[in-house]
Antibody, heavy 121, light 111 residues
Framework: EVQLVESGGGLVQPGRSLRLSCAAS????????MNWVRQAPGKGLEWVSG????????GYADSVKGRFTISRDNAKNSLYLQMNSLRGGDTAFYYC??????????????WGQGTLVTVSS | QSVLTQPPSVSGAPGQRVTISCTGS?????????VHWFQQLPGTAPKLLIY???NRPSGVPDRFSGSKSGTSASLAITGLQAEDEADYYC???????????FGGGTRLTVL
């Protein structure tokens, strides 16, 4: 059974940093691209970032480019999102999702339950 | 403003058929990227409903179907059931943005 478990969310002040983690199990992690998607409370889905199976290709939404960094550790079956210079507009549930193939362009077939990031003073 | 355009809401009575439209542009649907659909029940994570324009993952009832033509796509739900009440999102890849794009979401209400 595919499982994706996010962690690392919480309350953080504007301008500070936070690192999200996603622990994956139930599939061959290093065969698939992974993505982060966020959803502000009561709003729609917004893609944040994606990474290919071997980390060669990464992509970011314009809203986070230069502030967020996606990475993965295939030996640990883990995905990460380093978030710097956080703003109020970054407040959202952050979902980790498994790609249907090794490339970032592919959609995701499994999602975690999400972790809430609240940026507020 | 979302890159993909969906109606904010649709509704239908139990047993009826509803469709949800999703309009793209030359830089996503127009260059051949597929459309995918997600269902999000209240308080839960999104679930993949349709991938590759018209393919259902295992376990998704055949009441759900998708189509795409040119820069437009749609999701059809037949035999509407109360449990279908949810938010539905279309998603694709955009060559200009080099990333995923979503529609703004459509709330389906079962009357």
């Amino acid at each position: 059974e595919v499982q994706l478990v996010e962690s690392g969310g919480g309350l953080v002040q504007p301008g500070r940093s936070l690192r999200l983690s996603c622990a994956a199990s139930g599939f061959k992690f290093d065969d698939y691209a992974m993505n982060w998607v966020r959803q502000a409370p009561g709003k729609g889905l917004e893609w944040v970032s994606g990474i290919s199976w071997n980390s060669d290709t990464t992509g970011y939404a314009d809203s986070v480019k230069g502030r967020f960094t996606i990475s993965r550790d295939n030996a640990k079956n883990s995905l990460y999102l380093q978030m710097n210079s956080l703003r109020g507009g970054d407040t959202a549930f952050y979902y980790c999702s498994k790609g249907r193939s090794s490339v970032v362009a592919a959609t995701s077939d499994y999602w975690g339950q999400g972790t809430l990031v609240t940026v507020s003073s | 403003q979302s890159v993909l355009t969906q109606p904010p809401s649709v509704s239908g009575a139990p047993g009826q058929r509803v469709t949800i439209s999703c309009t793209g542009s030359p830089s996503n649907f127009g260059v051949g990227y597929d459309v995918h659909w997600f269902q999000q029940l209240p308080g839960t994570a999104p679930k993949l409903l349709i991938y590759g324009n018209n393919n259902r993952p295992s376990g998704v009832p055949d009441r759900f179907s998708g189509s795409k033509s040119g820069t437009s796509a749609s999701l059809a739900i037949t035999g509407l059931q109360a449990e279908d009440e949810a938010d539905y999102y279309c998603q694709s890849f955009d060559s200009s943005l080099s990333g995923w794009v979503f529609g703004g979401g459509t709330r389906l209400t079962v009357l």
